[in-house]
């Protein structure tokens, strides 16, 4: 049975009809495919046809994101999920602006997951799992150690993305983590090289946060993850 902003969404938005087939996502990002069997002024009733089997990325993409001020952190929860992570951990440090009381940090990942939720519609890939903000301390002790760790550092002038992925072709799960508006103290920076993270850069310029998150993402699916980038037109 599907109600409330799901049933709007197949009734009103998608316009579909009984004998129409959908495809479902529960919350486990396990999908079922079924046919629209009856409708209600509030429900629909879907009958389950197939269970699909998951297919497993490549790579288990991880985004930890410093918090970002104002709609720049709902920007980058609703792309970073368009290109597909896997998780977005977002993490309180020092140059953080964007400050949140913790009554207010539960209705922000609520938020957040509403919209990765609404993304994962629109691309088809699975809704990634959603942290609460936790601080830079406690989100490096719960980075497995077996795990690739990236950070990005607008001050690391000899290493690129591309030339540590040419020394590290494979990886089965990857951090991935970007600094505030501030960046990253160098007190951070130290901390997180301590448990093996690799400082790199994206080029000479100097990006958003909001842009270095994006392209981070999208440059490590596309080295790491079988991600065929489009052609040039």
């Not at 709609?71 to 896997?86: I, N, P, R």
């Not at 936790?134 to 290493?159: C, H, M, T, V, W």
Request: one cysteine or more.
């Amino acid at each position: 049975m599907l109600s409330g902003d799901e049933f709007h969404h197949l009734r009103h938005v998608l316009r579909l009809k009984i004998g129409d087939t959908v495809t479902l996502c529960d919350y486990q990002n396990k999908e079922y495919r079924g046919t629209i069997a009856w409708f209600s002024a509030s429900s629909a009733e879907i009958e389950i046809t197939h269970v699909l089997s998951p297919v497993s990325p490549q790579m288990s993409l991880t985004l930890a994101q410093s918090l970002l001020k104002g709609q720049k952190m709902d920007f980058v929860v609703e792309k970073a999920t368009e290109l597909g992570v896997s998780c977005i951990m977002p993490v309180v440090s020092t140059f953080t602006v964007a400050q949140l009381s913790h009554e207010r940090r539960g209705e922000r990942l609520a938020r957040w997951q509403r919209i990765a939720q609404s993304a994962a519609k629109q691309s088809g890939n699975p809704v990634p799992q959603i942290f609460p903000p936790r601080p830079f301390r406690a989100l490096l002790d719960a980075i497995p150690p077996e795990s690739g760790k990236i950070l990005l550092y607008e001050r690391e002038q000899n290493l690129t993305l591309k030339t540590f992925a040419q020394t590290h072709p494979i990886f089965s799960s990857l951090y991935v983590m970007v600094g505030p508006e501030g960046g990253f103290t160098e007190e951070e920076v130290a901390r997180a090289q301590q448990i093996g993270f690799q400082t790199v850069g994206l080029g000479p310029q100097i990006l958003r946060a909001e842009t270095a998150s994006l392209a981070a993402v999208v440059l490590c699916r596309f080295l790491w993850g079988g991600v065929e980038l489009p052609p040039l037109l």
